[in-house]
């Protein structure tokens, strides 16, 4: 029988795929669940057992939560990456990881086909398809959801049909966990003015009491939390664990998707928003003028070819080797207040700290350079505007003149 490997989730539109490619097309079904930080031990046994009420025989979950953070989320955090200043990429750059995990293990097993439940209405079938283009160019792509054109009517009463009973018509939304944060989509995220009703959120609320917490960051990378040293990945879900209990990291991203329609999406992401805004804080002390400003360049260039599925474009590690070179000096202490449904960034404590440095104390007193020195600093300064400005009066006076001949000429003629 020939191979196809089947990027499974366990939801309703791959439970639809596993059926569908085993019974209608005649393939070996291969299920591959890729655990990028959002499947505990239990429920990475519930899709070994959904795989195995699917009928399917050989299931696999792939582990990428380490090579996510090192390839992935790291340059998110080094260059502050937010889409439309508000979505860190929780699931567009998970997607772009669990696709290249599939297409290695497709070739590994010698697949003859890849297939994912992806519709054609979302951005997930262009992140998918690019990376097995790319990688496995030789490998079909199967979609069974989007070459048919299904309603989640007509997948339900397939998956009937051959046995498959479930309540999938009570899964109102759909829920996308992983490390770097939650989407959460459903019949408001359709909408343009509704919000998601709090129990749509997945973190309940429990926390009302203020709570003053510190970040330590390395190189840019954050290692350390309230005095504890930790590794990247442990920090990130505890302090995850620890804002979103006061509801921190909740939003509702309007975006601009891949296939050229707008695309509107609830996340819940309070580890990355903290991170970013913290790490942001950092840099804003650590670095140059010109290193900030390149950096905001490079880091919206980055989400945005991530955002898209363009990872693999050598560019990107261009731009990965010039972010992590930024961060030779983003080491410190970044002290963070914590608040019923926001936080605040208090202040930092870093030895790359520009603000204490020995030139003078802004609005205060200066150490480098005299009250003369400013004077014809700031004469030569004003020199190109005073240049410009002097050129347009001598345009309005050539004006002025060639106006009065104009003049003089139509009073000759009459």
């Not at 497709?106 to 990376?131: C, M, P, W, Y």
């Not at 079909?140 to 009937?160: G, H, Y």
Request: proline content about 3%; charged content about 25%; some cysteine.
């Amino acid at each position: 029988m020939k191979k196809v490997v089947l990027a499974f989730s366990g939801g309703l539109d791959t439970s639809y795929c596993a059926i569908y490619l085993a019974k209608n097309l005649g393939y070996e079904v291969h299920s591959v669940a890729v655990n990028a930080g959002g499947f505990d031990a239990e429920e990475v046994d519930d899709l070994a057992t959904k795989a195995v009420e699917l009928g399917i025989k050989y299931h696999l979950c792939l582990n990428i939560e380490q090579k996510f953070y090192n390839h992935g989320i790291r340059y998110l955090l080094f260059g502050n990456v937010l889409k439309n200043q508000t979505y860190p990429l929780s699931v567009s750059a998970e997607r772009v990881f669990q696709a290249i995990a599939i297409a290695e293990y497709a070739k590994n097993i010698g697949a003859d086909a890849i297939a994912h439940g992806s519709t054609g209405a979302g951005n997930d079938q262009v992140r998918f398809d690019l990376v097995f283009q790319i990688m496995a160019p030789e490998i079909e792509i199967i979609t069974p959801i989007r070459d048919q054109r299904l309603s989640r009517e007509e997948e339900v009463d397939f998956l009937k049909e051959h046995g498959i009973e479930k309540s999938w018509e009570h899964a109102k939304y759909s829920i996308n966990k992983g490390l770097w944060g939650t989407s959460i989509g459903g019949a408001e995220t359709l909408t343009s003015h509704l919000s998601l009703p709090e129990f749509a959120w997945p973190s309940p609320i429990t926390k009302t009491e203020t709570n003053r917490i510190e970040i330590e960051f390395e190189q840019g990378e954050p290692v350390g939390l309230n005095g504890e040293r930790m590794d990247p990945i442990d920090l990130i879900k505890e302090l995850d664990t620890m804002a979103s209990s006061y509801g921190i990291g909740r939003n509702h991203h309007v975006g601009d998707t891949i296939i050229g329609i707008k695309g509107r999406v609830g996340f819940e992401a309070a580890a990355p928003m903290v991170l970013i805004e913290s790490h942001r804080t950092l840099e804003k002390h650590c670095l140059s003028k010109w290193q900030l400003y390149w950096k905001d360049q490079m880091g919206e260039w980055y989400g945005m070819m991530m955002h898209e599925g363009q990872y693999l474009d050598p560019l990107m590690r261009d731009i990965e080797q010039f972010l992590s070179s930024t961060q030779k000096r983003v080491s410190g202490k970044v002290f963070v207040r914590l608040h019923p449904g926001y936080f605040d960034v208090q202040g930092i404590e870093s030895p790359f700290d520009l603000l204490q440095s020995e030139a003078g104390q802004y609005g205060e007193m200066n150490q480098r350079w005299t009250a003369e020195e400013v004077k014809g600093f700031t004469k030569i300064l004003s020199n190109s505007t005073h240049t410009y400005d002097s050129m347009e009066k001598v345009n309005k006076k050539a004006q002025k003149s060639d106006s009065n001949l104009s003049d003089a000429n139509d009073e000759g003629r009459a």
